[in-house]
Every structure is written in structure tokens, then in C-alpha cells.
């Protein structure tokens, strides 16, 4: 797995918190992930998968060891080879997840406690030119 890029927050994700990634796919993009991590074992709260292959976004989440059922989107607003940005914004209920300020999907937290994710990742076919988590309350 390559790694692109990891940041702990030891106390943990809070509703309202957005992470802005910004990075630019490489020409051969399969897929990426960036990865919600609960400070208990390997567990993933949240798990976002661009895969460029069949133009699929998978979400899910790993928890108990299993992956839990995938949410599919059927829209793909990502190209090889071009920069993005991807806003992951929590309130108490959803991850919202827009694409260059376009809302594409809402995800609905299966990991309820939100101070449990203290772990962001970011992994395979991409290259990240900066991340940042911002407070920005809720709306
Ligand atoms: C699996 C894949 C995992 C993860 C999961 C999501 O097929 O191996 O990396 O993406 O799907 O449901």
C-alpha cells in the first residue's frame, strides 16, 4: 500500500471539522483512498475510494474486522492527471463530500463517535499538495 500521507488527531474528529485535500492524480490513476481511522485497532470509520477503472466512487467502512455494505456513486468527477479538491465536512449525522465545491455524496456515520477517529490517510494513486482541517461549525 503507498502511503501519501498520514496525520494523527489524538482528540479526535468533532461535528463540524472539514478536511480539504488538495492533490493532483497521476496519469495512470487506479484508484485512491483517503481513509477516516478509529484510534482502536484497524478500523476504518470511513473509507473513500475513487477507482478510476469502472468510474466508481466506493465508500464503506471497516469496523468489527469486516467491511461493512458499500455506498456507490454513479457520478465521477475525477480525471487522470488533474488537480482536485475534495472537502470531507462532518456534522453529527453525515460526512458530506464535495469535488472541486460540487456536493457528490452524504455518508452516514456508522462509526456514531466521532472522538473514537483520530487518524487521517490518504494511500495510492495520487499526490497530495496540501491538507488541511479547518473548524468551520455547523451548518
Ligand atoms: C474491497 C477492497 C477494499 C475496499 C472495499 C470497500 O473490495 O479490497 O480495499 O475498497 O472493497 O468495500
Redesign the pocket.
Known amino acids: 500500500m503507498a502511503l501519501r500521507f498520514e496525520a494523527s488527531y489524538p482528540e479526535g474528529l468533532c461535528p463540524g471539522w472539514s478536511v480539504i485535500v488538495k492533490g493532483e492524480t497521476s496519469s495512470n490513476a487506479n484508484m485512491f483512498e483517503i481513509n477516516f481511522l478509529c484510534n482502536a485497532g484497524d478500523q476504518i470509520a470511513f473509507?473513500f475510494?475513487p477507482r478510476f477503472s469502472d468510474s466508481r466512487i466506493?465508500c464503506?467502512s471497516f469496523l468489527s474486522n469486516r467491511?461493512g455494505p458499500?455506498e456507490v456513486t454513479d457520478t465521477f468527477p475525477l480525471k487522470e492527471k488533474e488537480p482536485f479538491q475534495i472537502e470531507i465536512y462532518s456534522d453529527p449525522d453525515y460526512f458530506h463530500v464535495s469535488i472541486d465545491e460540487n456536493k457528490i455524496l452524504q455518508y452516514k456515520h456508522r462509526q456514531k463517535q466521532l472522538s473514537a477517529i483520530t487518524k487521517l490517510q490518504v494511500v495510492k494513486d495520487v499526490r497530495i499538495s496540501s491538507m488541511e482541517i479547518t473548524k468551520r461549525g455547523l451548518y
Open positions: 473509507h475510494n466506493v464503506n467491511w458499500e
